[in-house]
């Protein structure tokens, strides 16, 4: 046994005055009595008895001075070793995809599932402990494990839910892992089971319980929406939207198209019901800026009735060739939206927006896109041995670089095929011929041959295979995809400063977030709000990037209600320990004094 407050026998010396108080004299009441012939005997055997004896009359005393023991055992907090007996450990994981932020029923989805979290925490015993579990884009932990219920609740009541999708798989693994040692584990997964890796995770874990919160409701929503240069027009853009209507009957809603704020179409658009209807917008202007989409829907969920995109204005691109033959030099100059020059050598200050280097080293740190026609060094890295005759085996056709190319007769008599991770496009017997990956913080296409060591310069695949990648690389499409992501997405940009730097995240709510430049990079979280951010760097650098939430998976309300699959984990309900024994001694402290009542009341005032 051992004690956690010693101080606590210190009482015992309180059993001193209570023995003193039987040792005082009793003052007697003086009363006539007409003989004392029968008390003489009676007061001489008092005066011969032992003191002691009068303790030995006294029961009270005996119980008294127990009750006196017990309560400085108590004080002094005794313990001894054990198995200590520990209570329910709860998870509740919460939804927070863009879908529980439908009005259905009002006033959303979240709110609903709030409520039955702060039920459920009303119900837990007071050894139980809870812990809630956010699943938005990535899932986060708002509340560790308590017994305080006032704190969950105040985190339950805080939670907010994003306007992207989330990943209730990776929460709910999150939320096992961290209840592996827990007795009587229970996860209860509050959501509209729109995301369907929840499948998944339930077949990893079984003993989930689902809680499904919401009502089915019809829904139009913005499933796509994309700039493109139009294939007559160099120098303009074109505007695809593709809408869809989740359940219910054909509807017809207003869709209205703006440039920075300016209207610039409108139109009523019928949507079937469960089938995409797309619309294409011509003559955006050549002025550039943000294009806002908007669907007039009224339905209940508004995260998807809005879409936004950049239009980058219409000019030339300056194209630099470093050693380039007048070949590859004039194959450029025939589109419109290139300026053509050629250097001998390269040189930093170049302020190309696309560099070509042909037969040439490619330097670490290109400060452009570049496409590379058999280059001898790519950064660091020397070109492999040459191999000869490599035969064409597969090659990616839907990537906008090989777009119209036909490279399956192609002849290759020496190469240097590439030994990167890069991601190959054109694949031979002997290794990547055409590969596309990041140098330096710029993205570009490496030709792992000299084109005079073929027969492509003789074919009408070549002029077109450069026209596609300069344009892949430099065009209006490729930057604008760039600034324009899907919400939930990670947002990583580098060559943004120098290391330990900081760069800010404005939100479109207001809100700003700022991270230090790591490894030449600066990483930021899942893109959790639909709208315009604001990339702000040092030296006064600034981005604007768009966050759509095109998601159908979404944008569908319908409600996936979840059976549990198997019983309920549970594990042993106890642990090695030290198990307390103030409140027994306390229970016993009150039954010592209750009978030392009920023997005064029977016995000593009879």
């Known amino acids: 046994m051992s004690f956690a407050n010693p101080l606590g026998l210190l009482l015992l010396a309180a059993a001193a005055p209570l023995l003193a108080m039987y040792f005082l004299k009793v003052r007697r009441k003086r009363v006539r ?11 001489e055997n008092q005066r011969r008895a032992s003191p002691w004896d009068r303790f ?15 309560l400085a055992l108590a004080l002094a907090k005794p313990s001894v070793p054990g198995r200590k007996l520990l209570g329910k450990s709860v998870v509740w994981v919460v939804d927070g995809s863009a879908s529980m932020g439908a009005e259905a029923p009002r006033p959303s989805r979240f709110s609903a599932a709030r409520d039955l979290v702060l039920a459920e925490l009303r119900q837990l015993g007071t050894g139980d402990e809870g812990m809630v579990l956010l699943a938005g884009p990535e899932p986060r932990v708002v509340a560790s494990f308590t017994r305080d219920k006032d704190r969950l609740g105040s985190a339950v009541r805080e939670l907010e839910n994003s306007e992207a999708a989330a990943s209730l798989g990776e929460a709910v693994d999150l939320a096992v892992a961290l209840t592996r040692n827990r007795p009587e584990r229970t996860i209860v997964v509050v959501t509209d089971g729109s995301d369907r890796s929840l499948d998944a995770a339930m077949a990893r874990h079984p003993g989930l319980r689902i809680e499904a919160v919401g009502r089915p409701q019809p829904n139009v929503a913005i499933t796509a929406v994309d700039l493109r240069r139009s294939p007559t027009q160099d120098l303009e853009s074109e505007l695809f939207v593709t809408l869809r209507r ?38 955006l202007g050549r002025t550039g800026g943000l294009v806002r989409v908007h669907v007039e829907t009224g339905d209940a969920l508004s995260a998807d009735d809005d879409a936004v995109a950049w239009l980058e204005p219409p000019r030339r691109r300056r194209v630099v060739c470093i050693a380039c033959t007048p070949l590859t030099a004039r194959a450029l100059a025939t589109d419109p939206r290139f300026d053509v020059s050629v250097l001998g050598a390269f040189t930093e200050e170049h302020g190309a927006d696309l560099l070509i280097f042909e037969s040439a080293e490619v330097p670490a740190s290109p400060g452009a896109p570049f496409l590379a026609l058999g280059p001898s060094r790519l950064g660091a890295d020397v070109a492999p041995p040459e ?51 990041v140098l330096g913080g710029h993205r570009g296409v490496v030709l792992h041959f000299r084109p005079l060591d073929s027969d492509l310069p003789l074919r009408v695949a070549y002029p077109l295979l450069l026209l596609n990648t300069a344009g892949w690389l430099t065009g209006d499409e490729a930057r604008a995809d760039r600034r324009t992501v899907a919400a939930g997405e990670p947002l990583v940009r580098s060559g943004w400063g120098d290391e330990g730097a900081e760069v800010e ?48 998976r979404e944008s569908d309300l319908t409600v996936v209600a ?6 309920i984990a549970t594990m042993q309900a106890s642990a090695p320990g030290r198990l307390p024994l103030s409140r027994p001694l306390l229970g016993l402290v009150a039954l010592v004094l209750l009978a030392e009542w009920w023997l005064f009341q029977r016995t000593y005032r009879e």
Do not use: C, M
């Open 505 to 552: 995240l404005q939100r479109p709510d207001g809100s700003s977030l700022r991270v230090p430049i790591r490894d030449g990079v600066a990483r930021f979280g899942g893109l959790e709000q639909v709208g315009v951010y604001k990339l702000l760097g040092p030296d006064g650098r600034q981005e604007r990037i768009a966050a759509n939430l095109v998601n159908e």
């Open 387 to 437: 191999v000869e005759w490599p035969r064409i085996t597969e090659w990616k056709r839907a990537h906008p670089v090989l777009r119209f190319v036909e490279p399956g007769g192609l002849h290759v008599t020496k190469a240097r095929p590439a030994a990167n991770d890069w991601q190959p496009l054109l694949e031979s017997d002997q290794g990547p011929l055409v590969t596309t990956g």
């Open 56 to 70: 030995r009359r006294h029961d009270l005393l005996w119980l008294q001075l127990l009750a006196l023991i017990l």
């Open 562 to 567: 979840h059976a549990a699959v198997g019983e």
């Open 33 to 43: 009595v007409p003989s004392l012939l029968l008390w003489s005997g009676l007061i």
């Open 246 to 283: 989740f359940g219910g009957e054909e509807a017809t809603v207003g869709l209205e198209v703006t440039l920075d704020g300016e209207l610039i179409a409108t139109e009523s658009v019928l949507v079937p019901a469960d089938r995409p209807v797309a619309r294409v917008f011509r003559e």
